[in-house]
């Protein structure tokens, strides 16, 4: 595995294109993409082994001292002055717009050539090994219970390679990872799915996790054949990873992408400095603050990757900003701008989000609760940064009754409230920690990217429904 | 240069073949406040190509992408690669879709005008309803979409069709000395009427002026609570997701032909139609990925499960003789309420949700609310911080459906549905 051959041949263009485009904005970047992707995908009925959703492309940034320009593109061979010409037409705003532009700061272009790479084992595996896998996987499930309909194993590796190119600047990085999913169907009185998921930039690691759950997912599955909805109230709650990681993603995250602070949509703006969280609470996020699916080395502006304190003992301390929103604001970009791909803008986005671990044991905070659930696998969530509320969806929870965990399974399960109760209501943080890499993530309800959340245990207080 | 289509007619080795090129233009503007803070245009094509091998009495697929960027040699590597992947691949055998021509657009008007031109007017039309006292638009995205889909397979399928369409996102925002609210809202058409986008919008600044002014009502209780046509679309979309081909032969739906979802119901009987176009949606299409033509499917009767609908490969597998195509939009037959009968009893109408939850395998449904209005029996107040929580099959035996009908993007239906005694914390 390489960087990608075609955009290696494009570095001449890229500079080309940007010394032409030059002569009309005061600052421009190319950004190639070569992203590939593959699914193996088996079922009791059918499979599957075929590329999956990459892309191939380019986008050019420009900045005129005002406000920002982008053209999206397929290719950029040819007459570079005839592609610049045709790109500043394409993106000329109507006469009576002009007065209507933002005004904003040069932007810097700091010199910069660096080539990043982060190896992968998948040239060890070739098509067929890892559809057999699949199948493999598929048929001990459907084997193993009479009740299991059908089961679904799959695997999906994607490389990326990017080259950025400025006046000053000629990046490129490469890098992949992968995700592995097990599915089963399973009818018992009434159908249930129980999922298993698991994200690496290891295959071996991928596929050796996934024998190892195959146990797992038939009990989970079991037991959610007995689930029952939850009786709505507000709960003392324990977390697994999935489940703070949700409310990292959902409840801050979403609200310190400071684009929103540009537009005047994110409470967090107003409460850098003060506690928006219990002490005990801590929170990162970053390409460079954790190894896992969101895990690059530039972002798409071009930014090297950070690892950003969000919240530091309770106190809101920093945002998370794209190139753009950073100019508006007068920050320091901090390597969260990122694209859907080469056809969408850049927006400050989340990359890898977590709370920090704390020192308490879980077995001591699952003792701490008299009646409550503890919480497992995401299914969904929804931000609501301007406004504080939130809504998450755990896949299913197990009752906990006088500091012990029962047989007692509820599904699915709604957590809903007020995100400063939510987060101020920690009080106990486990001293174990994992990030899960499987995730991906809109913003509003487009520009998907594909971020991970996590960290430790959580003690909250919290509305179930 | 030989192209894709010459390379995959001179492989032996094919069954047969599908290509799908995707080409989009776009302009787009990003408003920050009033301020124009970015300008973009995008130019692209996507093209995905589907090999098909048959062996041992099975048949295989394999799918990649082809870029601009790829030459001859490139390509046929890909091809040569699927190949070799659909060998590996061994699914039930199915015929691709046979023949058809067409060549179509969907009707719009959005063609008629300069795209810079539109966009401004667009955004003029949206701005206009920023005329509400301490009401605000603090973000506006606005697409223009041409779209432009041919699927050519070696069965001799040529279709065409374009897609003009437009997506706005406005955020609107209310402000007073104790708080700020806002409003996430998308608007979606295929035809601009600067009136009814003026009019949409300015509906949204009252409604999040009422959410600034919102209180949380005494909770728990138990109320009727009333979904508006965005949620109902989600809601039936959910119960017609259960019916499609592939949930079916991969034993994932929870409903069979002839199963009533409302048994022993009291309220108004559900009646749904997949369908391929419902005017003014960007979902509208002559024809699914396959080439297929579109059939508009009957799914549910009066609450029963008449049919399924679906993609060509999957329907074959079922055993039906025309699969519909994988439609996109719906129509649900209207109901029996009236705003009469509505008003009878207190009830919650929801406006914003958080997104409504659904788990059919669960029987729940729920939600957090952003937003909705309480009727007590007298008046009415808005009310935020809460959330509502039920039994998904409770709720379709004894839901209401409005007389009166109105279209939201894929939908065609009864603009509300009254579900009965829902829990709200």
Known sequence: ?465 | MKTVIELLRDDPALSGWRVTEKATASYELFFVHRKLETVRATDTVSTGVTVYVDHDGKRGDSSFPVYRSMSEADVAAKIKSAVARARLVDNAPYELPAGGTLSAALPTDLDKEDPKMLAMRIADAVYAADDLPGGSINALEIFLYRDTVRVRNSRGVDKTQTVHRVMIEAIPTFTDDKQSVELYEDHRFTAFDPEKVTAEIAEKMREVRDRAAAQKPATPMKVNVVLRAKEIKELVGELAYDLNYGSVYTHANLHVIGDDLQENGTGDKLTVTMKAIVEGSENAAYFDEDGTELTDTRVLENGKVTAYFGSNRFGQYLGVEKPSGALRCCRVEPGTLTEEQLAAAPYVECVSLSGLQLDLYNDYIGGEIRLAYYFDGEKTVPVTGISMSGKLSAVLAGMRLSEKTEISGAYDGPAKLLMQDIAIL
């Not at chain 1, 084992?121 to 057999?132: H, K, P, T, V």
């Not at chain 1, 999913?181 to 018992?188: H, K, N, S």
């Not at chain 1, 950070?306 to 950073?326: F, P, W, Y």
């Not at chain 1, 809903?416 to 109760?421: D, I, L, N, R, T």
């Open chain 1, 1 to 465: 595995m390489s960087f990608s051959s075609y955009l290696n041949g494009k570095r001449e263009d890229c500079a080309a294109l940007v010394k032409a485009l030059s002569r009309r904005f005061s600052y421009v970047s190319v950004l190639g993409t070569d992203v590939r992707a593959a699914v193996y995908r088996a079922d009791r009925k059918s499979s599957a082994a075929q590329d999956g959703a990459g892309e191939c492309g380019f986008v050019v940034k420009m900045h005129d001292g005002r406000a920002f320009f982008e053209y999206s593109l397929d290719d950029i061979s040819g007459d570079k002055e005839a592609l610049a010409e045709k790109i500043a037409a394409a993106v000329a705003a109507d006469p009576a717009l002009e007065s209507r532009m933002i005004s904003t700061a040069a932007l810097e272009d700091p010199p910069m050539k660096e080539d990043f790479v982060r190896e992968t084992d998948f040239d060890s595996y070739d098509d067929a090994q890892l559809l057999g896998i699949c199948r493999e996987l598929s048929a001990q499930l459907c084997a193993a219970d009479e009740k299991v309909l059908n089961a679904i194993a799959m695997i999906q590796p994607y490389v990326v390679s990017k080259l950025f190119v400025t006046k000053n600047r000629e990046l490129t990085q490469h890098y992949g990872w992968a995700n592995g999913y097990l599915l089963a169907i399973y009818q018992d009185g009434k159908m249930v799915q129980a999922r298993h998921v698991e994200g690496s930039d290891k295959l071996s690691e991928i596929i050796d996790n996934l024998r190892g759950s195959t146990d797992e997912v038939l009990d989970l599955a079991r037991h959610l054949a007995t689930a029952t909805p939850i009786e709505p109230g507000v709960y003392d709650v324990i977390t697994d990873s999935s489940i703070t990681g949700l409310i990292a993603h959902e409840a801050f995250g979403h609200g310190v992408e400071m684009d929103q602070f540009v537009k005047d949509r994110a409470m967090a703006k107003h409460c850098v400095g003060q506690y928006v969280a219990s002490p005990i609470t801590n929170m990162h996020d970053g390409a460079a603050a954790a190894h896992s699916v969101a895990s690059y080395f530039f972002d798409d502006d071009g930014v090297l990757a950070h690892d950003t304190q969000i919240i530091k003992d309770g106190i809101l301390v920093a945002g998370l900003s794209d190139l753009a929103s950073a100019t508006q604001l007068g920050t320091v970009p901090t390597g969260n701008g990122r694209r859907d791909s080469y056809k969408r803008k850049a927006y400050s986005r989340m990359t890898n989000t977590f709370f920090c671990p704390g020192t308490d044991k879980l077995e001591d905070m699952i003792a701490s609760v008299k009646h409550g659930y503890m919480l497992f696998e995401t299914n969904n969530g929804m931000e609501d940064p301007k406004n504080w509320q939130i809504q998450c969806t755990a896949e299913y929870g197990i009752e906990i009754v006088d500091g012990k965990l029962t047989d007692h399974y509820v599904s699915p399960v709604v957590m809903s409230g007020s995100v400063p109760e939510l987060l101020k209501s920690i009080s106990m943080v486990s001293d174990t920690f994992k990030v899960i890499g499987s995730g991906m993530c809109g913003k509003g309800y487009k520009e998907w990217v594909r971020v991970s959340d996590g960290g430790p245990n959580l003690k909250v207080r919290v509305k179930l429904g």
